[in-house]
C-alpha cells in the first residue's frame, strides 16, 4: 500500500529536480557562468548563508559535498 503513493512521490521529485538542473544548465549555457552548477546554489544555501556559493573554496566545498552525495548513495546500493 505504502508504494502505492511512494512511488508517484519519488517520480515528482525527480521529475522536478531534473527539470530544475535543466534550467541551471541552460542559464549556464546562456551567461557562460559555471557558478548555477555550484550544489550551494542549486539547493539555495545562499538564501540562509549569503555569499556561500561564491569562490574558489565554494566551489571546492560544493564538488565534495556533491561527490559525498553520490557515494552515499553508490555505497547504500551496493549492499544490497
Known amino acids: 500500500m505504502k508504494e502505492k503513493y511512494l512511488n508517484p512521490l519519488i517520480k515528482f521529485v525527480v521529475f522536478f529536480a531534473v527539470l530544475h538542473l535543466s534550467v541551471v544548465a541552460v542559464l549556464t549555457?546562456?551567461?557562460?557562468?559555471?557558478?548555477?552548477?555550484?550544489?550551494?546554489?542549486?539547493?539555495?544555501?545562499?538564501?540562509?548563508?549569503?555569499?556561500?556559493?561564491?569562490?574558489l573554496l565554494s566551489a571546492l566545498l560544493s564538488f565534495i559535498f556533491a561527490l559525498s552525495v553520490?557515494?552515499?548513495f553508490y555505497l547504500k546500493n551496493q549492499n544490497k
Open 29 to 55: 549555457i546562456f551567461t557562460g557562468s559555471f557558478a548555477y552548477f555550484n550544489a550551494f546554489f542549486i539547493i539555495s544555501l545562499n538564501e540562509l548563508i549569503p555569499n556561500v556559493n561564491e569562490g
Open 70 to 72: 553520490y557515494l552515499f
